[in-house]
């Protein structure tokens, strides 16, 4: 089966640095996602992870351990448009694409 | 700026009756996807579609579904006889050849009573 697990809610201060995990264990993995999703929209893509390391993207970076069936999705200088919530998605499917859906973070950045 | 749109932005339909959920993908794009979003609950992926024909297909998409591309800007994705549970938020979303960035319409939500 397929298991992606993601904190709940996390709570974060304007202009500081959040992480945001996600553990994954899954039947194979052919690369991980990130989307943003504020509240009544739809997700936005963030980043795809498929090599061990870390990718950086502006104020947002994505790591990834294959190993570990872990990432992460580092926010820098919090604004507080960043309040949405982080999806974690996995496609575990090598040569197709059948991605399996964390349930969502939902992070609040207040003043 | 390019974009998913869809319609219509709002669906209330009655239990047993089809309903067709329509997506224009951004114009260059060759691959797209439905997925849903049950109120409250994760994003599910649906149904991948290229070249005119279903790519990959998860179990929610059983026989109750099916997807089209009548024309050259039209993706559409038909529930035959639609049942409570399948009130959700259905998104479409397109990507081209490179990457894996995909972009997602503003949704349908559909409810049925």
Redesign the interface.
Known sequence: GQNIDQPTEMTATEGAIVQINCTYQTSGFNGLFWYQQHAGEAPTFLSYNVLDGLEEKGRFSSFLSRSKGYSYLLLKELQMKDSASYLCAVNPTGGSYIPTFGRGTSLIVHP | EPEVTQTPSHQVTQMGQEVILRCVPISNHLYFYWYRQILG?????LV?FYNNEI??K?EIFDDQFSVERPDGSNFTLKIRSTKLEDSAMY?CASNGLA?????????TRLTVL
């Open positions: 609950q994760k994003v599910e992926f991948s790519s990959e998860s998104f990457g894996n960035e995909q972009f997602f319409g503003p949704g």
